[in-house]
Structures are given as C-alpha cells and as structure tokens.
C-alpha cells in the first residue's frame, strides 16, 4: 500500500480534525492538509470529501460571503461528526499501538 492510499484511508477522520477546531471552507481545509504534508496529489479534490461528511451528517455548511466579495462555504463539525471523529481517533490510536507492539517485538535494532 503506498502513501496515497494510506492517506485516502484516513481523509475523513483528519478533515473533521482540522474542522474540530473551527469552521472553514475547502480551499483552507486543502492547505491546512498540505501543511501536514498530507497532499491530496493522487488523491482527488477535498470537495468530494466534504460533500461525503456533509451527507453522512457530520458538518453543517453555510455560505458566507469572503472580504473579496465572493460567497465561500463553510463546514463546520457538528455534535455527530464530534463523536465519529472521536471513534476514528480511538481506532487510530489502538492500530497504531497494535503496529508498534508487532514492530517492536519482531524487529531487532542490532541487524
């Protein structure tokens, strides 16, 4: 399994961590991800991500209107997509300590 696809597998869970801290709209959530260097190159477009959160219920979307004068939708984590989010953290946290305990136990340091 290459990067991309571990990413893909995990783009979810860390656009409503980025969306946990405040409401945003696609083109910041895109760079807020590349800034972690969690490039979407590969991958596709951020929007078929946030239409996928918003249909399973998870952000709520509003227009507002940006300072250039253009409308910008924004997402923002509502209190279904908190406890899905807080479920994948669980899940990631317990299959990376499971990875670790299988790498420390069948990897020796001194080869």
Not at 76 to 88: A, P
């Amino acid at each position: 399994m290459d990067r991309t696809s571990l990413i893909k597998g995990h783009l979810e869970m860390c656009v409503l961590a980025i969306l946990s801290n405040k409401k945003s709209y696609g083109y910041e959530i895109m760079k807020e991800l590349e800034e972690h260097q969690l490039k979407l190159k590969g991958v596709g477009s951020i929007y078929p991500i946030l239409t996928k959160l918003k249909d399973k219920g998870w952000v709520d979307v509003s227009r507002e209107w940006s300072e250039a004068g253009k409308a910008r939708v924004y997402y923002k984590i509502n209190s279904q997509g908190e406890k899905y989010l807080q479920v994948k953290m669980d899940e990631w946290k317990e299959l990376q300590k499971d990875i670790q305990g299988l790498l420390n136990h069948h990897i020796k340091e001194d080869k």
